[in-house]
């Protein structure tokens, strides 16, 4: 019975933070999105950008980096995964369940900063999945125009 009311909450807690993207996208385009499915839990993310680099960095501990797939369009950024955390013992009984398991899945739409999305560069070390994208340079050209 435990472990049905801990599934019940989670479900409930994805379910608001579903919602609670959905209205903040009304005002304007929003940074970044978390998507919460019905089965998916969602890793903590940090976007930050430097003079010449913008940074996505998740959190994703006691992942399988073969297990993580990044794909990447001109808009946003999905990272899809799983994670498995088997209690040892028969019908364990849980205290505490905070460690979120099973497939996630999380969005990131990219601020509107130009970048070069051809190579990024990913790195994955203590748990940290690593993101950077080059800022594209804008190659402002001026010409004159003559008036007839």
């Given at each position: 019975?435990?472990?049905?009311?801990?599934?019940?909450?989670?479900?409930?807690?994805?379910?608001?933070?579903?919602?609670?993207?959905?209205?903040?996208?009304?005002?304007?385009?929003?940074?970044?999105?978390?998507?919460?499915?019905?089965?998916?839990?969602?890793?903590?993310?940090?976007i930050?950008?430097?003079?010449?680099r913008?940074?996505?960095?998740?959190?994703?501990?006691?992942i399988?980096?073969?297990?993580?797939?990044?794909?990447?369009?001109?808009?946003?950024?999905?990272?899809?995964?799983?994670?498995?955390?088997?209690?040892?013992?028969?019908?364990?009984?849980?205290?505490?369940?905070?460690?979120?398991?099973?497939?996630?899945e999380?969005?990131?739409?990219?601020?509107?900063?130009?970048?070069n999305?051809?190579?990024?560069?990913?790195?994955?070390?203590?748990?940290?999945?690593?993101?950077?994208?080059?800022?594209?340079?804008?190659?402002?050209?001026?010409?004159?125009?003559?008036?007839?």
């Amino acid at each position: 019975m435990k472990k049905t009311i801990f599934e019940d909450i989670l479900n409930l807690q994805r379910e608001v933070i579903r919602l609670m993207n959905e209205i903040s996208m009304f005002p304007s385009k929003t940074l970044s999105l978390s998507q919460a499915g019905d089965n998916n839990w969602q890793p903590h993310c940090d976007i930050y950008r430097t003079q010449d680099r913008l940074f996505i960095i998740f959190d994703i501990s006691g992942i399988n980096k073969d297990s993580v797939k990044i794909r990447t369009s001109h808009e946003y950024l999905i990272i899809t995964g799983q994670r498995y955390l088997a209690a040892q013992g028969s019908d364990p009984s849980y205290y505490t369940m905070e460690i979120e398991s099973g497939p996630f899945e999380r969005i990131v739409y990219f601020p509107e900063v130009p970048l070069n999305y051809e190579q990024p560069e990913v790195s994955y070390q203590d748990g940290l999945l690593k993101i950077s994208f080059n800022i594209a340079v804008k190659d402002e050209r001026i010409f004159e125009i003559e008036i007839d």
